[in-house]
């Protein structure tokens, strides 16, 4: 699978908040690289149907360690132009969680890629309980390519969003855009369980950037690395 260079999103809120988390980083997280974990021997992660070994790279930490989600997030060196104009905040999360299938349950080869793009929708649409965070924002382009990993049915996918114009056209270039992608798959053992992994990038929306190309590469070893297991 090729993965292109497509940048991920993050939410604004979020990052809000985790801008206070990245001043309090140092200290809290000095003394391990992935706080709470319990990986195995070989440095993997167990979800829901799912297995993750840990992202490579400096800067990861472990935002979130459940059954149905793991997620890390990655503070990124900002733009030399930016380093005065913009706070340096955690903006790459990289994820997998499981999710009911619904339709995509049942649906054939044909029909798979229809369905994973109705699941994906809803997660990306702004209204999602999941993604409360950043319900502001509107869901303007997603695309998604079939593809197969493990013999199971999948789509790899890119979703945009984008937050409201404020009513100040002025600061127009304060609006921010969200930049999602990644894959959502069948379990091939469980058919009402799909996986959906992502990475997600927060942009000034007339100032985008794209993530700086090891990132890239840390997310793309990421996806190539999880493993389906048996999942509930």
Not at 4 to 31: E, I, M, Q
Not at 57 to 72: A, P, R, T
Not at 105 to 113: E, H, I, R, T, V
Not at 184 to 207: D, F, G, K, M, W
């Amino acid at each position: 699978m090729n993965f292109s260079a497509y940048r991920g999103a993050d939410r604004r809120p979020l990052a809000r908040k985790l801008l206070v988390l990245g001043l309090l980083t140092p200290f809290v997280w000095s003394c391990a690289k992935y706080p709470t974990a319990t990986a195995d021997a070989q440095g993997r992660l167990q979800g829901n149907g799912f297995r993750v070994t840990l992202p490579q790279g400096e800067g990861w930490i472990l935002k979130e360690e459940k059954s149905s989600s793991i997620v890390f997030e990655k503070n990124t060196k900002p733009r030399e132009e930016d380093r005065e104009k913009r706070p340096k905040f955690v903006h790459a999360r990289l994820g997998v969680e499981s999710l009911p299938a619904g339709k995509a349950q049942s649906a054939d080869a044909a029909g798979f890629p229809d369905a994973a793009k109705a699941i994906l929708a809803k997660r990306y649409d702004g209204i999602s309980d999941d993604f409360e965070d950043i319900e502001r924002s509107s869901l303007v382009e997603l695309t998604v390519e079939p593809y197969s990993k493990n013999g199971a049915p999948c789509v790899t996918f890119k979703a945009r969003q984008i937050e409201p114009a404020p009513i100040q056209q002025s600061v127009e270039q304060m609006v921010y855009e969200y930049v999602n992608r990644g894959f959502l798959c069948r379990h091939p053992q469980n058919s009402a369980v799909v996986l959906h992994a992502y990475i997600n990038e927060t942009n000034y929306r007339n100032n985008p950037r794209p993530l700086d190309p090891e990132t890239e590469k840390e997310a793309d070893k990421f996806f190539q690395d999880i493993e389906f297991t048996p999942a509930r």
